[in-house]
């Protein structure tokens, strides 16, 4: 049987995304904005931000894998890709996590091939304690230890996406 419990509230989520879509408006003030969300998981957390968020943008999904079950294979392959050409515009990739940092890193270089103007980084959560790939997060939400964590755009195998709030996995 699967169990989990709440980590982080729907309220705090709430909080921190709009203190971050303020931010990324100071920031790009007057610039044009490509929004690439990782799919599946950035899905929520980019719905929400840009919903917040002054600046107008463009937005593409880009996905790719790496994992299976709760561990990273280590390898990431290309699933989708985005149809923007982002060649000198303002690109902000929107993750769920960084773990390893591994998928970013890779994503990170793929994009800066594209030759983006700029090129930032906004990411929901970041496990610094797991993290081998280090990675500059622009626009971070929250910092948390090492715990498989699902539910607002994260899932284990596929469920538990839609909850409002993060919890944690845990079976039992
Ligand atoms: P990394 O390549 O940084 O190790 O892993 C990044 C990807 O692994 C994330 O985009 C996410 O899909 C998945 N991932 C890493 N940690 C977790 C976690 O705690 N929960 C869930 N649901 N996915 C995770």
């Given at each position: 049987m699967s169990t989990f419990e709440t980590f982080i509230?729907?309220?705090e989520i709430q909080t921190r995304v709009c203190e971050l879509a303020k931010?990324?408006?100071?920031d790009y003030q007057g610039k044009d904005l490509v929004i690439i969300g990782v799919l599946?998981?950035?899905f929520m957390f980019l719905a929400d931000i840009v919903r917040e968020l002054k600046t107008p943008v463009h937005l593409d999904f880009i996905s790719v894998s790496s994992y299976a079950g709760t561990e990273s294979t280590g390898k990431v392959s290309l699933i989708k890709d985005i149809k923007i050409d982002v060649k000198d515009k303002h690109v902000l990739l929107v993750e769920d996590i960084v773990d390893t940092g591994l998928t970013?890193?890779?994503l990170l270089k793929l994009f800066n091939q594209r030759e983006p103007a700029s090129l930032g980084l906004a990411s929901l959560l970041h496990k610094s304690?797991?993290?081998k790939h280090d990675v500059k997060i622009d626009y971070l939400g929250f910092e948390i230890e090492d715990k498989f964590v699902i539910g607002y755009g994260l899932d284990f195998?596929?469920?538990?996406r839609e909850l409002p709030y993060i919890g944690v996995y845990s079976e039992s």
């Open positions: 509230s729907k309220e931010k990324i408006d100071e599946n998981g950035a970013i890193t890779e304690s797991k993290t195998d596929g469920r538990y």
